[in-house]
T-cell receptor, first 117, second 114 residues
Framework: NAGVMQNPRHLVRRRGQEARLRCSPM?????VYWYRQLPEEGLKFMVY????????ESGMPKERFSAEFPKEGPSILRIQQVVRGDSAAYFC???????????????FGEGSWLTVV | AQKVTQAQTEISVVEKEDVTLDCVYE???????LFWYKQPPSGELVFLIR??????QNEISGRYSWNFQKSTSSFNFTITASQVVDSAVYFC???????????FGTGTRLQVFP
């Protein structure tokens, strides 16, 4: 499967624990995006990364959330000390060099559903 | 400010009916891109189409067609002869030429009954 790969697909965490969500972009794609979908809502942009660089994190909550896209390996979205309001679907997307601003299509993964209990 | 409005929260049709999903966008940019994505019950987001602001030609792909009208800032999506497998939430999205964010509408849930 050459698509955007996300894991885990479903994750349950207790309040105060950490959640780590992983994303491997499509082959040949150098741009990764994370979006959050709250129940019954549309997707909201969180962060845009290229290898080893955060390009735009204007949608990231100021605290507890971080993202990285290392030189080797998948992109990671990390949520520390999770709270019930973090329960959502987190989608990763990728695009080729130039990103969406160059008119490239953004392809999404299957999402990671986080439930905080 | 940029915004995407999908005023139809939920639509129900019977199989073989045609259905149109509305999308109205707001932007001050002259160059922008519009997208449609499908989210079936399994949850993944499936890319359907990308359109740039300079291309107002309507597009048809099988039973799917898209009507882009800059004069009304709309990018509507029509499914002809709907099928049960078309049941999903459909999202319209907008991106500017100088940013890589997609701005999504709130989605339209389409239910097609046999």
């Amino acid at each position: 499967n050459a698509g955007v790969m996300q894991n885990p697909r479903h994750l349950v965490r207790r309040r105060g624990q950490e959640a780590r969500l992983r994303c491997s972009p499509m082959k040949g794609h150098s741009h990764v995006y994370w979006y959050r979908q709250l129940p019954e809502e549309g997707l909201k942009f969180m962060v845009y990364l290229q290898k080893e660089n955060i390009i735009d994190e204007s949608g990231m909550p100021k605290e507890r959330f971080s993202a990285e896209f290392p030189k080797e390996g998948p992109s990671i979205l990390r949520i520390q000390q999770v709270v019930r309001g973090d329960s959502a679907a987190y989608f990763c997307a990728s695009s080729p060099l130039g990103g969406a601003s160059s008119g490239n299509t953004i392809y999404f993964g299957e999402g990671s559903w986080l439930t905080v209990v | 400010a940029q915004k995407v409005t999908q005023a139809q929260t939920e639509i129900s049709v019977v199989e073989k009916e045609d259905v149109t999903l509305d999308c109205v966008y707001e932007t001050r940019d002259t160059t922008y891109y519009l997208f449609w994505y499908k989210q079936p019950p399994s949850g993944e987001l499936v890319f359907l189409i990308r359109r740039n602001s300079f291309d107002e030609q309507n597009e048809i792909s099988g039973r799917y067609s898209w009507n882009f009208q800059k004069s009304t800032s709309s990018f509507n999506f029509t499914i002809t002869a709907s099928q049960v497998v078309d049941s999903a939430v459909y999202f319209c999205a907008l991106s500017k030429s100088n940013t890589d964010k997609l701005i999504f509408g709130t989605g339209t849930r389409l239910q097609v009954f046999p």
